[in-house]
């Protein structure tokens, strides 16, 4: 047996996790097993978000290339590992891995790579119907992050990011190459405060060092959300034409700002990566391999949505669908003996969000080349990173990697990229802890993997830096800067 223990930060200091009283308790339970005890990782993780996708415990197969499982990986959830018992819970999943008949997991969708699964169908219906969520909720999206607040919402460092163009743009215009028009971009607008304080201040500060570039500028704001994007622009509605709202697909953002290709001075993202599809790859003894995932609801968790509904169980997979396929007002008028209204229909929409877990099993890559990231990319660009790393597991955020390379040709050669979230800026900070999947509210959270991102710059021609975020250094949020290297 191997014991993998994935929370080198939480075992210093005076608040250090005391492993002794679930550790010996796990290692009963899998030695009391049947189980060959040579092909068992025991994984213990330390899960921050409160709201997450996995149980207590829970076990993943590793299948080979015929499907047939070859090895085990029992994971355990330190952090809420208290609120149980360890060993009845371990010896319980043991049982439903042998004879799945025991199981009581309503499946809500086939095995698959992470970017396939329905999570992200529910993440994208979360920004389709936001204000059916928020009405129901009680709050604002924003207020559900952390503090209830972004730490990229910063005066000091919009001022500084301010400052730092106009010395670009009085270098050009010495040199009549300043552009007629001056375009700054910002990806994921949330309320418009980021978007009302940057203009505000790009007022203030032109005023006080005379210059005339706001009667140039064009502030365009791109999100995926129309909710969101109304709402921010009444936040800047006293900037008139200079600003302009468009629907932007994050993980395509060329398709909606190509005619921008080689314009963009700045383009601005806060909390959009981390939000973006993403796989999840892993080395396991010098072998690859991509983690699949099914969603499902626990049995009593289930039993309890469809007696809402005075349904049988059997027909919660169907709901779900028709839900991500129709929204909740239409859901209730495609259902109206089960659902009286909008809010019914979103009430089901959040206890099935609340209780959705997924199921995890690692089945071998056939090869890198063959691993289609995204478009025009291919799994090669994460060897060099496997190889460095040992037994890992980490993400490939397919989406923040599509979104990226697509933003970067839309830069001025003078224009940077700047971008705040959640980065890793070393892939060995995987063998140290969870990074995700998380749950914010009705929305799904990753961390990033920053190196490779830095990769994709660099192949690009552009240098990419991830730097502590300067105004707080202690924040999880740091921030990647991209510039054409010189």
Known sequence: MRIDVRLADRLRGRDRVDLTGML????????????????????????????NFREVADVRQVLDVRGDPVAMEVGVDVRRSAEVDVAVVIDDIIKENANPSLSARVALEPWGPATQSCIWRFNALYWQALSFWEQAAGREYEQALPGGRSDARNVEAVR?????????????????ALPAE???????????NQARTWLDEFVALSTVHSRDYY???HYLMGDYSPHVLNRAMTAVSHHGEHVTALVVDATHPAVSLGFLRG???????????DNLPSDEVSRIGGRTYQVEVRAYLPGPDAERIAATMSAPVSQLPDVVSKLLRLGPELLCEAMPGQFAGPRA?????????????LAERYTPLAGLDQYRVASGMTGELLASHLDAAGDIRMHVNNGALSSFAETLPLLHPFGRLQCHD???????????????????????????????????????????SVTPFAQRPSSNVKTLTAQVRE
């Open 160 to 176: 500084e990011l301010i400052l730092e163009l106009f010395k670009v743009w009085d270098d050009l215009d010495a040199r009549s």
């Open 345 to 357: 229909a979103v009430n089901f929409w959040q206890e099935v969000w609340a209780s959705l877990r």
């Open 422 to 464: 959640l980065f890793l800026t070393d892939i060995r900070d995987y063998q140290s802890g969870f990074r995700g999947p998380g749950k914010y509210d009705g929305t799904v959270v990753n961390w990033i993997n920053g190196p490779l991102l830095q990769h994709i710059g660099g192949r690009r021609g552009f240098a990419v």
């Open 215 to 217: 009667r140039r500028l």
């Open 263 to 273: 314009k963009a001075f700045l383009v601005y993202i806060s909390n959009v990566y």
């Open 24 to 51: 010996t308790p796990a290692i009963d339970a899998l030695a009391a097993s049947d189980l060959d005890l040579s092909t068992i990782n025991l994984v213990l993780d330390w899960i921050q978000y409160r709201a």
């Open 182 to 192: 001056l375009y700054v971009v910002e990806l994921g607008v949330g309320n418009g």
